[in-house]
């Protein structure tokens, strides 16, 4: 099939999205298809397959702000959108940004079938904006995003059930989904890898993801601050983001300086391997695939228990659970874990045999039949309404 993948966001695989968009399109390549990538990725110009358009140019504090998350916004090309997606098997977009949505509309005109992903919880944007806690905001986002995209296509990815029903019940209709995990990859797996020399001494606890308010990453901070073990703790920090700054200034109260870090690919696989302990502190999560990623390493992963988390989801009990944004109940967590090392290890091996159900591969095989699905419905669809109009010709003659 030919298959155009539609990105508003796309660079640097630091966020999920991103992550999840490359895994998806290198898996398709490699099963024969050709797979277009409608993006604003500047730096992939030229490179085959890939068909850029403009990014939007925003007043110089806002740029600065998006660079710091670390994302690129696209801005649509009627030229460039429409002769990417001509020709088309079937239309998948990633986020339903204004990209996504130009694009949607486009494959509309041309009855082409449409299947979206789903991996943008409404309070991912409302956090920025400091709203994310009005449930009137975040509720008009999930609207809005139906009425102007989801509603016209024929298929939605949803990574975790978690996410669909969050999505069903505020726009109060049931949608024609899917539910299919992104999955962790193959390589990211379990392995002996020994500390550095100079942290062999030290309790390291990793969390991974982009700097951002609902990631959370302060309430991890300050539950150092409050463990007994805070002069042994050496935390490390993986990621970008616009909170940098402040999380750097926060920790300055710590006895060991944290590791601020954007790690690559190969690097944080070690670093998850030679961690004590993850810990996934964000409130808001629809999937967290840098948990699954621990998870898959056999890590003892400790979670926030946010009603807005999917992550939650993932612990073994509550033993492994804190209270969301509580940095009391994360460090009476994390101190109960240091001193249960035999319950501990007990505890890695059950994580370790719960990430089987991850398997990337098995989850974008599971992506492919969707699109086939879709593709094969919509078919028998326009055939099906030829066949009545025929018939109506037929009759009116």
């Not at 695989?13 to 490699?30: C, D, P, Q, V, Y």
């Not at 993850?278 to 228990?305: F, R």
């Not at 028998?380 to 109009?389: D, L, V, Y």
Request: net charge positive.
């Amino acid at each position: 099939m030919t298959i155009t993948v539609v990105c508003d966001v796309l660079g640097v695989e630091n966020n999920g999205t991103t992550i999840a968009a490359m895994n998806l399109i290198r898996f398709l390549k490699s099963q024969g298809h050709e797979v277009r990538v409608l993006c604003a990725d500047q730096d992939r110009k030229g490179e085959d397959g890939y068909y850029i358009v403009p990014n939007y140019k925003f007043p110089k504090i806002i740029d600065n702000y998006i660079k710091k998350v670390g994302v690129t916004l696209a801005k649509p090309d009627e030229e460039i959108v429409k002769s990417t997606i001509k020709g088309s098997d079937v239309v998948h977009i990633m986020v339903p940004l204004t990209l996504g949505m130009y694009a949607c509309k486009v494959a509309r005109k041309l009855n082409l079938p449409i299947t979206a992903g789903f991996h943008m919880q409404a309070e991912n944007f409302t956090s920025h904006i400091k709203a994310n806690n009005f449930k009137f905001v975040n509720n008009y986002v999930y609207k809005f995003i139906w009425k102007h995209m989801y509603q016209y296509v024929d298929g939605i990815h949803y990574p975790t059930r978690f996410i669909r029903e969050i999505f069903e019940s505020r726009i109060k209709k049931e949608t024609k989904g899917y539910v299919i995990s992104n999955g962790v990859n193959s390589y990211v797996k379990k392995q002996n890898i020994e500390k550095p020399k100079e942290l062999q001494d030290k309790i390291i606890i990793l969390s991974t993801g982009r700097y951002s308010r609902e990631k959370s990453q302060d309430t991890l901070i300050k539950a150092i601050m409050h463990s007994k073990y805070k002069d042994k703790i050496q935390l490390i920090l993986g990621g970008l983001g616009a909170k940098e700054k402040y999380y750097r200034r926060l920790s300055k109260k710590l006895p060991i300086k944290p590791i601020f870090k954007f790690f690559s690919r190969t690097e944080i696989i070690d670093v998850l391997n030679y961690c004590d302990l993850y810990v996934h502190p964000a409130e808001v999560e629809l999937e967290g695939i840098a948990c699954l990623e621990a998870i898959a390493c056999g890590k003892l992963t400790i979670v926030s228990n946010s009603k807005l988390s999917a992550t939650k989801e993932f612990a073994i009990d509550d033993t492994c659970r804190f209270k969301n944004r509580n940095p009391r109940s994360l460090a009476q967590v994390i101190d109960y874990w240091i001193e249960h090392p035999d319950k501990k290890r007990e505890y890695e091996r059950k994580y370790l045999e719960s990430s089987s159900i991850f398997n990337q591969e098995e989850c974008m095989k599971r992506m492919e039949n969707m699109l086939f699905e879709v593709t094969q419905n919509k078919k028998q669809e326009n055939e099906q309404k030829e066949k009545e109009q025929i018939k109506s010709e037929k009759i009116e003659n």
